[in-house]
């Protein structure tokens, strides 16, 4: 049995982090093999200054996605994943954080764009920096033949908008 599925029974998490008007916002949803929640967590709006968009430039978005948002989101989520699955490149950097293989899906393939990271499988990429991740979310993927990655990311966009409504931030449910 490899580390993975020991300290996880192949929990499965899902980070999806966006900008808008408010700031940055991230949800961080674990399932098990099934698609069932097993933790949501939501982060409050991260608002860069100013000053910190002149210093930061073009590592802002990534810092604050990978090390401010979902790190934080990661840690403070006591169900712990098998590999944890973000929807925006922004997001990747979260691997340089957590011990836990990171994937980015791309719901969309657009063969004219940049590969923007390594390929592990059609519209499944990992973190340049860390190869060993292919085979890590191959294996652990191939026991999880026709999960739809995209659904989950569904849900985490609909409770983060309902949880705005209601005022909610870094809440516990399910």
């Not at 994943?81 to 980015?104: F, N, S, W, Y």
């Not at 393939?109 to 860390?130: I, K, M, N, S, T």
Request: with cysteine.
């Amino acid at each position: 049995m490899s580390a993975l599925t020991a300290t996880s029974g192949h929990h499965l998490g899902f980070l999806s982090i966006h900008q808008d008007a408010g700031g940055f916002v991230g949800g961080y949803l674990v399932t098990n093999a099934w698609g069932r929640p097993l933790e949501f967590r939501l982060s409050s709006a991260v608002q860069p200054t100013k000053v910190q968009q002149i210093l930061y430039g073009d590592t802002l978005a990534p810092y604050l996605c990978g090390e401010v948002i979902g790190k934080t989101l990661i840690e403070k989520t006591a169900a712990r994943a098998a590999c944890i699955i973000v929807d925006q490149p922004m997001a990747m950097d979260v691997r340089l954080h957590v011990e836990t293989p990171i994937g980015l899906w791309r719901s969309i393939a657009d063969p004219d764009q940049e590969a923007p990271g390594l390929h592990v499988r059609d519209r499944l990429y990992c973190h340049a920096r860390f190869p060993d991740d292919v085979a890590s979310l191959q294996t652990l993927l191939e026991k999880l033949d026709g999960f739809d990655f995209a659904e989950p990311f569904t849900r985490i966009r609909e409770a983060m908008s309902e949880a705005r409504k209601l005022g909610v931030t870094m809440r516990r449910a399910a």
